[in-house]
T-cell receptor, first 111, second 116 residues
Framework: GQQLNQSPQSMFIQEGEDVSMNCTSS?????WLWYKQDPGEGPVLLIA?????ELTSNGRLTAQFGITRKDSFLNISASIPSDVGIYFC???????????FGKGITLSVRP | GAVVSQHPSWVICKSGTSVKIECRSL??????MFWYRQFPKQSLMLMAT?????????EQGVEKDKFLINHASLTLSTLTVTSAHPEDSSFYIC????????????FGPGTRLTVL
């Protein structure tokens, strides 16, 4: 089946640094979504992308929908301790279809 | 907006009993809700898609008679784990798709099930 690739599994950064996360696929997706999950909680939607090439910001977060529709990245600028968590990318092939999730990247921020 | 609640947030039960988990969209209508299962340090695994007014669609390998899903209204879906066993212990998360959006799914806070 379809899979989204996220690596590395864990990232460690210093508070104040920027960090970029990538998500790739062997097949095309029409929608890319980025979620953050804190321990013991459900994922929270950060950014949704609907058009190839689209660049969208949400505060310190910026995400882009790759022009080939096979990848997306998420940038976090000026990281703070509360950015700690697991970041999942998810893709959808069309309206009303299921989401395919990546395995997630665990972000740690050193104060 | 786009708030999804789950109840209970955690439950401990004895082996052989059944447990019902509720998923509600609080400020929007959802014709489709999804039920996921998540093991520690792993991604979300889709169990079934719950459609309002019709039968749920289960993913391959998920027993429909064990995980009963009912989606009786546009704001409520329930998952019942029947005759629970310790291997059913997990974190169960629901999500709901807003009737007014295309692909965005909004997740509940999850339910931690522990079967003794």
């Amino acid at each position: 089946g379809q899979q989204l690739n996220q690596s590395p599994q864990s990232m460690f950064i210093q508070e104040g640094e920027d960090v970029s996360m990538n998500c790739t696929s062997s097949s095309i997706f029409n929608t890319w979504l980025w979620y953050k999950q804190d321990p013991g909680e459900g994922p929270v939607l950060l950014i949704a992308l609907y058009k190839a090439g689209e660049l969208t910001s949400n505060g310190r977060l910026t995400a882009q929908f790759g022009i080939t529709r096979k990848d997306s990245f998420l940038n976090i600028s000026a990281s703070i301790p509360s950015d700690v968590g697991i970041y999942f990318c998810a893709g959808s092939t069309g309206a009303n279809s299921k989401l395919t999730f990546g395995k997630g990247i665990t972000l740690s921020v050193r104060p | 907006g786009a708030v999804v609640s789950q109840h209970p947030s955690w439950v401990i039960c004895k082996s052989g009993t059944s447990v019902k988990i509720e998923c509600r969209s609080l400020d929007f209508q959802a014709t489709t809700m999804f039920w996921y299962r998540q093991f520690p340090k792993q991604s979300l695994m889709l169990m079934a898609t719950s459609n309002e007014g019709s039968k749920a669609t289960y993913e391959q390998g998920v027993e429909k008679d064990k995980f009963l899903i009912n989606h009786a209204s546009l704001t409520l879906s329930t998952l019942t784990v029947t005759s629970a066993h310790p291997e059913d212990s997990s974190f169960y998360i629901c999500s709901a798709r807003d009737i007014g959006t295309v692909d965005e799914q909004f997740f509940g806070p999850g339910t931690r099930l522990t079967v003794l």
